[in-house]
């Protein structure tokens, strides 16, 4: 029997509605064509999973910059890799056949799900409610850059299991496949427990040199880097996500490009601050 994963943060992270949300899409694309381009064919991105407000722009640039290159088709499949896990987890899966959006239902793939588990990989299949954001944010923005496409969420630890994942990942690849991998950058700020060079624009500039202690990594298709930043140096909420994804891309020899990187201070200052950054992997 199929069911929906119902929608936890429309009207709060994004807009609740269609036409709202269409209206914010249609602001976001000055700033998309802004962007550099990635050269050769994408097959992964990351994004930042903040509220659309303070990132929504980004993580709409990082799809709508590839979906030209997949000409008058689109991917029949984007992989979503969330996270907010700690060491040791298991991969976290969902069971149902789709996700309720603003712009309607996206169709899910859950019979990928025990090919996770033929592979050896650990994994938990998740019926319960979301409470994250790191996948439920980018849906939408999925729904409406590629609207035709299935979508295959998973939720990944910051350890071994990610590079594993990615280097699996990058073993089957479709050419009619995306992988979007999310992920935050530095949290800084007294609320996150994480301020060490105090506050103002000394504490900002820590912030943006601790973001490049894992956008360096990742541009550089170092994966175990990318993890270490993120664990060690607190330079990614969600590390396993995008490294898999710098895995991936690492195993196929890809491209890197950065497309654009800023803060939540940039768009409301304040006491506190989050990084956020998108990066485009292409193929030749």
């Known amino acids: 029997m199929s069911s929906i994963r119902k929608a936890q943060l429309a009207g709060a992270w994004y807009p609740g509605n269609a036409s709202a949300l269409k209206v914010l899409l249609e602001s976001y694309q000055d700033y998309a064509d802004s962007l550099p381009k990635p050269t050769g064919r994408p097959f992964a991105a990351i ?92 849906l939408p923005l999925i729904k409406a850059v590629f609207p035709q496409a299935r979508v295959w969420p998973l939720r990944v630890p910051p350890d071994e299991t990610a590079l594993r994942l990615g280097r699996y990942l990058a073993e089957r690849r479709q050419a009619d496949e995306f992988i979007l991998a999310s992920t935050d950058l530095t949290h800084y700020g007294r609320a996150y427990g994480f301020a060490p060079a105090g506050s103002g624009a000394p504490g900002e500039e820590f912030r943006r040199r601790n973001d490049l202690r894992f956008i360096e990594p990742a541009l550089a298709l170092n994966a175990p880097a990318m993890l270490e930043a993120g664990e060690v140096d ?51």
């Not at 195993?251 to 956020?276: M, R």
């Open 47 to 138: 994004a930042p999973h903040a509220g659309w407000l303070f990132s929504g722009r980004l993580a709409f640039a990082a799809l709508k910059n590839s979906k030209a290159f997949f000409g008058d088709s689109e991917p029949k499949l984007v992989l979503v890799l969330g996270g907010h896990l700690g060491e040791g987890n298991p991969i976290l899966a969902y069971r149902e056949s789709g996700w309720e959006t603003p712009l309607g239902t996206l169709e899910t793939a859950p019979e990928l799900n025990e090919t996770l588990s033929e592979q050896g990989f650990p994994l938990k299949l998740w019926s319960g409610p979301t409470n994250d954001n790191t996948i439920e944010v980018m």
């Open 234 to 284: 607190r330079a990614a909420c969600s590390a396993g996500a995008a490294a898999a994804a710098g895995a991936a891309a690492a195993e196929l020899g890809a491209n890197s490009l950065l497309l654009d990187h800023y803060s939540s201070a940039d768009v409301s200052p304040g006491e506190q601050s989050v990084g956020y950054c998108s990066i485009a992997y292409s193929l030749a």
